[in-house]
């Protein structure tokens, strides 16, 4: 239940969070204009579509920086509040730091079931609609299909299914379809292939060749194929995680382990997205400790320059960790929630610190 303190604490803080998320969305909208630019030339691809490409980027870019939202709005609205002597009024009241923290969190919350709402229903099917416009827009150059399971390459009379890419230069799950005219002619299917010397090493590969005679089985450890797609053109396989919703990005890994490929990376990305409200609950907690921890006593200036540090710190983190736990075989969750966990410790350290 609200009362008038919890509507007077969460105006300020909600207020505060909006207009940092608006800020920060413009900043990152503007730069993703300029990087944008180098695909004019492209297909069909002129200044106007990249100006709609990037603003149905939006909000996807306001979801990515909600949490860090959080803590710089926070930081700036309890130290507002603070430079006024309200949270003095306050607690001098009878209020806690809980029962602040306890308003703070009871007012964000439905904003943050927002938030995660448009980034499963809404963001998913704007950047797809984006990313099928840019395609059929620059199709000419690139020859690549994207879908929510993969890409598809029309090499000639040949098909080529992707179903992901494992790092820059390793792709995994490939099959082949090769017609002659509109007769199935072969299929091949191969565990991984390579981007070595300008041309494409699959690994593990069997093959199917159709004759009048049945089908002849055949088995390689690698084989060439004359694929003229290069890296450039396959490169989105890397961010499909980030355009799938929560329930999209469970069937991809379901569907990428049916055919025998490493899913950690995805599943990476699948326990990041189910712990942003936890995320942004904890960058929460940082922005109280500026408050009632050791920064209490420092001017706004530098508060706000420690949020930034401290959501910096969480970003640097666990760029590092995640990675590192996929290739070291460390449990995707556990490199999921790493920096979380120290983050949330750290928080929790600055509040029952006093200065």
Known sequence: ?????????????????????????????????????????????????????????????????????????????????????????????GL?????????????????????????????????????????????????????????????????????????????????????????????????????DNQWVMNDVVEQVINEDGVTYNKYKTQVWPLSVNLERIEILNEISDKLSVVQLHDYINYIEQNGVDSSRYRLSFYNKLLSPIIMLVMLLLALSTIFGPLRSMNMGTRILSGIALGFGYYVLNQIVAPFSIVYGVPPILGATFATVVFLGLAIYLLKRKS
């Open 96 to 196: 806690s730091k809980l029962n602040i923290g306890i308003s703070c969190v009871k007012s964000l919350i439905p904003v943050i079931m927002v938030v995660i709402a448009v980034s499963e229903m809404a963001v998913p099917k704007l950047d797809k609609h984006a990313e099928d416009e840019y395609y059929r827009r620059a199709s000419a150059s690139t020859g690549v299909s994207v879908t929510s399971s993969g890409a598809w390459i029309k090499e000639g009379n040949m098909f080529i299914g992707i179903c992901a890419m494992i790092n820059r230069k390793t792709i995994a799950g490939v099959a082949k379809y090769e017609y002659e005219g509109t007769k199935l002619k072969s299929f091949s299917r191969a565990a991984t292939g390579n981007y070595i």
């Open 1 to 93: 239940m609200y009362g008038i303190l919890d509507r007077y604490v969460g105006k300020n803080i909600v207020l505060s969070v909006i207009l940092v998320s608006v800020c920060l969305t413009l900043f990152a909208g503007l730069i993703n204009l300029i990087d944008a630019l180098r695909y004019i030339g492209r297909g069909d691809i002129d200044f106007g579509f990249v100006l709609i490409y990037v603003c149905y980027r939006l909000p996807i870019v306001f979801v990515q920086f909600f949490p860090v939202s959080i803590l710089i709005g926070g930081v700036i609205g309890l130290g507002m509040m603070a430079r006024n002597s309200e949270i003095i009024i306050l607690q001098s009241i």
